[in-house]
């Protein structure tokens, strides 16, 4: 325990004193004469001693409390979090079912198609020979034969017979029957058919001819050997293949057809089918698939 200094002691006594009325000294002799006279009152010390002082050597604590951390500023971010608008509570429901619509509306769409080269190049090809300025862009005839509404088929059963007829031209056999329905007459409509032997490829005469009978005169594309015939013209096509109509590729076509629908043809076949066969459908290689 730690000793309260003397003067301390003292002026506390004094002070004690001082609040009592008494003397605040410790002896007689402090306070005067302690045995007056009878009747006379003890006489108050003239001067009272004043209340203690807080001693000067007490040292001062520190203030231990913590000081308080300054408030940091909110973030843009989150003021404008607060401050937007928030989605309506009705609307909830719509929200939620949006996911939903998007995947049954996505059912609905179709997927577009891939234009096969085989129907855009051949219409292509049909106009840029000059086809159409005479047999009409649709096939419904002109100063040339009707070629639509199945009239190139029966004049022309065979597609190799048609190749034939136009690679030569009309000119070729100017005033001759050809056809299977013996209807036509080379010249008879009044106007030549120029021969494209000169001007198509191989692979590109095979275009045209399925323009007119396909798309034109709507033959029968799920025949037997069909889909062969069109999967060749698109492989040829594409690979830049460049056949040319000389004379010994015409005889081939020639030997090719046949000699009651075609005159000059020679009905032989090729002569190595396996390697070169003939152009045009073959319903013997899809009955043998």
Known sequence: MTEIPEHLL???????????????????????????????????????????????????????????????????????????????????????????????????????????????????????????????????????????????????????????????????IAGETYGADGRRVSGDSGAAMPAQRDALTQVELELVIFHERAVLSGEDMDQPGYEEWMEHMREAYESGEELPIDDEHFDFLLACADPAVTPGATGSGSPDPEETPCPGPHAEESEGA
């Open 10 to 172: 003292k002026r506390s006594k004094a002070a004690k004193g001082g609040a009592s009325g008494g003397s605040g000294g410790d002896s007689a002799s402090d306070s005067g004469d302690a045995t007056s006279e009878p009747g006379n009152a003890p006489v108050a010390a003239e001067s009272a001693t004043p209340a203690a002082a807080a001693p000067a050597n007490v040292p001062e604590f520190p203030n231990l409390d913590p000081e308080p951390e300054p408030v940091k500023p909110e973030p843009e971010f989150v003021t404008a979090s607060k401050s937007r608008q928030r989605i309506p509570v009705w609307a909830l429901p719509v929200v939620a079912a949006l996911p939903v619509w998007a995947w049954s509306f996505a059912g609905t769409m179709q997927q577009p198609e891939v234009e096969d080269p085989v129907f855009v190049e051949s219409a292509e090809l049909y106009a840029a020979a000059g086809c159409a300025g005479c047999h009409g862009a649709a096939g419904g005839g002109g100063s040339g034969y009707q070629l639509s509404e199945g009239e190139v088929l029966a004049t022309f059963p065979g597609v190799i017979d048609q190749m034939v007829h136009v690679a030569r031209g009309s000119a070729a």
